[in-house]
């Protein structure tokens, strides 16, 4: 066999890093050179049928192969491949002159079952992710004593990585730096040979294999056993006129003469798995080690730029980020990249560099246009180092029935998939918003978060909605994962919502899933829902569970709404569930500690906002919601036995409610921080009265008599008692915005009764007055309207702001 010479001697072996533009671009040379009859490619060979799919002109790298258990879609392999991987410019060539091309690494059969067996989750593509022979930084321990047969060998007990070891040896502290160095910046091959590259790196890796063996890539001898077998059957076809392009690492092993019997020993007995294959679309930022990629490389974008440009890299690249920046409104000029060409020049040949990389362009930049700060270069780093770029591939490739369906509604909804983070702003009330708003939370509900939902900019109305999406190629494995529930993503999203409603162990489960099938529009699935929650309901007599499960109901009736769905059996459940809880939450107040007691404040907030939603549209026969809550309010703020952060919280919402007077607040008040009451109990109560991100700040800031209690009391605890208390009260008064401490600590300093006689003298707090201003409160009507979508003439806001 041969990694330099004329075919004929044996296969002619093209030993490459993968994802390299340098090793792309000297094998296509070296196959321009050698016309070969066949190239054998490293790579799993139930793929083969798969190859004639990179000709077509809807294939656009990057994109992997992906193979998955028939079985267990969940266990999967990737093997990805760029512009500039030299696997893909293999099979890019034997397409264009018409050379069988084929995959002669182990089956991926036999990878997923290894995984199988060795119980460790997902599988990884053989040894490093790709089809290839990196692997993370290793350290070795030498075993001392000489071999006989040569130097002496090194027991290696983690994998090393060949090109950190050789860049080691040659006096580089970063591996990618060498490897620019001695291949990227290189050219083809010394005086014109393209093969030369090929031979030099061929001899390297001998001498490591020599020293470490197999590396730690234990599972290398029984591929590398593979590839011989295949090679030697194409050979028996196509006669010596073979090139294998694989991972550098294997050249050696692939040189050695061993028996057929030798290779096959190896492979007896391994387990196997029923596998799929197919490409799916890649991205840069999957291909970047960062990433969690193996055989990952730093700088996906800057690999892919050197691929393409067809003359002065360097000049070409800082053009590049020069417009990045100025798209984000820094002053670049082109004087600014003139000037970052020549920094990167001049420190390439400080550095002794036969070309300036992406550290002395990096460099440049960092200088140059961003003034010195990383915080602009973090993001040309972000779009253009490891770049944003998803790849394509044709809707005629092998594909599991759920997918195809979600192809077609993407094409239909023009939402296509994005490497690139985005927001989109939904309109309900346009139908395609709509549909786009239906698959988000149907594929949430599969398990593919495609998108995420975040709170709205603008309108908080229930009309609108708004999403962060990026798409991921994790996701094509969630897609055939999900594929076991159904064909169609409306089908799948049903089955799986009524498995999760059955399966459910709690009933805030079961109400947050039926929330989730109204925004998905599942009317199929609601049925089964609703009957698993009117049971839950029935059965759960913790009343925290139910005042956990009533806001997402609530929630979803004004979903329901909006989307016009029937709703009305969640109300009656909804109905039923508040009637529950004011019943049980009085007795469970009862003997509650400190965490205990803030875990309820906390769920007579919520109860209290499902109760503000539901108000009179609860079902017939339950009575007026509002008023009945209420009522359990004024027994929570006056009982001795309920908590203090419980009863001043229930104090608060009845004031804000104007069920409670200004005068009888400041009256329960004044009796919580009397003498008599202990300081923890009565910093609890001011923590439930004015804490909790309640706008409790606000209040004290206008009522100067509420004001006047806590810092009486406050100034009156005794000072064995303070530290105790400081905590708790810390907590409360650090919540509130900076504006608002430093309003109130002005008030505190000029003492009780003293802001109005400031105002007067014209010393007073800008834009308090001492009474209201009906004319100018008005005012701010027609806008509100406009906010909540109401009519002009609508009179539902008159008096608000009195």
Known sequence: MTTGADLGVGPLLLGVRHHGPGSAWAVRAALDAARPRAVLIEGPPEADALIPLAADEDMRPPVALLAHAVDEPGRSAFWPLAEFSPEWVAIRWALEHGVPAR???????????????????PAEPPEDGAPGD??????????????????????VDVRIDPVAVLADAAGYDDAERWWEDVVEHRGVGAAGDPLAPFAALAEAMAALREVYGSGGHDRDLVREAYMRLQTRSAQKEFGDAVAVVCGAWHVPALGERTTVAADRALLKGLPKVKADMTWVPWTYRRLARAGGYGAGIDSPGWYGHLFHAPDRPVERWLTKVAGLLRAEDRIVS??????????????AAMRGRPLPGLGETTDAVRAVMCDGSDVPLALVHDRLVVGDVLGEVPRDAPAVPLQRDLDRIQRRLRLKPEALERELELDLRKETDAG??????????LGVPWGEPVASRGSTGTFRETWRLRWEPELSVRIAEAGVWGTTVLGAATA?????????????????????CLLAELPDALPTVMRVLADRAALDTDVGHLAQALPALVRSLRYGDVRGTDTGALEEVAAGL????FVGLPPACAGLDADAAEEIRRHVDAVHGAVGLLGDAAAPGHGELRGRWRAVLKMLSLRDTVPGVIRGRAVRLLLDEGELAQDEAARLMGLVLSPGTPPGDAAAWIEGFVGGGSGGGMLLVHDERLLGLVDAWLTGVPADAFTDVLPLLRRTFSAYEPGVRRTLGELVRRGPGQRDAGAAAGGGIPGFAAELDPARA?????????????????????????
């Open 778 to 802: 008005d005012a701010v009507l027609p806008v509100v309207r406009l906010l909540l979508g109401l009519d002009t003439d609508d009179n539902d806001l008159v008096g608000v702001t009195r």
């Open 334 to 347: 082109s004087a600014h990249v003139i000037e970052a060409v020549r920094l990167a020049e001049t420190l």
């Open 134 to 155: 990196e692997a993370p930084d290793g350290s070795a321990e030498e075993s001392g004593g000489e071999n006989a047969d040569g130097p002496a060998k090194v027991s």
């Open 496 to 516: 799986k919502s009524e498995t999760d409603a059955v399966s459910a162990q709690h009933l805030a489960d079961v109400t947050a899933l039926a929330e989730r």
């Open 578 to 581: 508040a009637e529950r809880i």
């Open 436 to 445: 786009r708003s239906r698959l988000l939370h149907r594929l949430r509900l």
């Open 103 to 121: 995959f002669i690494d182990l089956p991926a059969t036999h990878t997923l079952a290894w995984e199988r067996e060795a119980q460790e989750g």
